[in-house]
């Protein structure tokens, strides 16, 4: 795969009602897929979820959620810099409108089991520091595996200050195996979509970040993608990171993950010649800009 294949302009996947639309056939694997909603000051959008499990991830704007007879009344953010946000879960086999106004990420999974219809208060979002020094980032850990219960959906928000690095050091997850040093890999398809400070989905002359991704001799791939606002970098398999931000602009990135495993997580293995990295990590001090939004605790996870 090269950068053209992987790397999906904001407008240039658009379906009506979606602004972005990025399914498992688009993307050409079978579990993980994207949407994004934008409504104008009282929109509505009904749809069906059909195979697969959803979430409604207000990026900018509030909400309200109907569902299986539940009505979930999201109070969003004013943009994925600001705050974390609360946000909706959908089951498979759904019929759902949203009302509102703003700009809505549906992460979603191609999903066996059909659960319940949720709300995920913003409260309860584990929020976490990672690295340190230029290696520092924030995670908003909404939909991990501990955090919330889904099907095969697993979503998380990154957000990397201006000038620094994350998705670091570079990592894997394209294989269900254990390595011979202990270390657990899981097979994941995921999906990054991109915000930039200041930036504005479809500008061409907005500001701007990087996301490398790159294989093995085993199976290449080699992409370096130069991303705005609202644009989407595929990831099927191969090392990704750093994703890079420039300076002065603040990056944020939703990862998207869903693969064929029967349990949920995010099991990943670094590149064997980046990893030590992390060790540095252990005399510097987190990026003082850090949060930009929410309590934080310091954990460890794979190095998105």
Not at 228 to 233: E, L, M, N, S, W
Not at 249 to 266: E, I, K
Not at 271 to 290: A, F, K, N
Request: proline share 10%.
């Amino acid at each position: 795969m090269r950068t053209a294949d992987a790397h999906l302009p904001w407008g240039g996947t658009a379906r009506v009602p979606w602004a972005l639309e990025v399914t498992p056939e688009r993307a050409g694997w079978r579990y993980a897929g994207l949407r994004v909603l934008t409504l104008p000051p009282g929109g509505t959008v009904t749809f069906a979820t059909d195979a697969e499990e959803m979430l409604v991830l207000p990026l900018a704007g509030a909400a309200t959620v109907h569902c299986d007879g539940a009505r979930f009344a999201l109070a969003g953010r004013p943009s994925v810099f600001a705050a974390v946000t609360d946000f909706a879960y959908l089951p498979r086999d759904a019929t759902v409108t949203v009302e509102g106004e703003g700009r809505f990420a549906l992460p979603s999974a191609r999903a066996t089991r059909r659960l319940s219809p949720r709300y995920g208060a913003a409260r309860d979002v584990p929020v976490e520091l990672r690295g340190a020094g230029p290696a520092s980032r924030q995670v908003n850990n909404f939909c991990a595996p501990d955090a919330f219960d889904c099907d095969r959906l697993l979503a998380v928000e990154v957000l990397t200050p201006g000038g620094n690095w994350s998705s670091y050091p570079p990592h894997k997850h394209e294989e269900d195996r254990r390595h011979d040093d202990g270390t657990a890999e899981a097979e994941l398809e995921e999906i990054y979509y991109f915000e930039v400070a200041r930036g504005v989905p479809g500008d061409p002359a907005g500001p701007v970040g990087y996301q490398r991704v790159y294989g093995t001799d085993r199976r290449p791939i080699d992409v370096l993608a130069e991303v705005r606002a609202g644009d989407v970098v595929l990831v099927p398999y191969g090392y990704h990171g750093p994703s890079m931000a420039a300076p002065g602009y603040d990056l944020y990135y939703l990862n998207v993950l869903a693969g064929p495993g029967s349990a949920r997580t995010m099991a990943c293995v670094d590149d064997p010649r980046h990893g030590w990295i992390r060790e540095s990590w252990t005399d510097q001090p987190v990026d003082p800009r850090l949060p930009l939004a929410g309590p934080t605790t310091r954990e460890a996870g794979c190095p998105d």
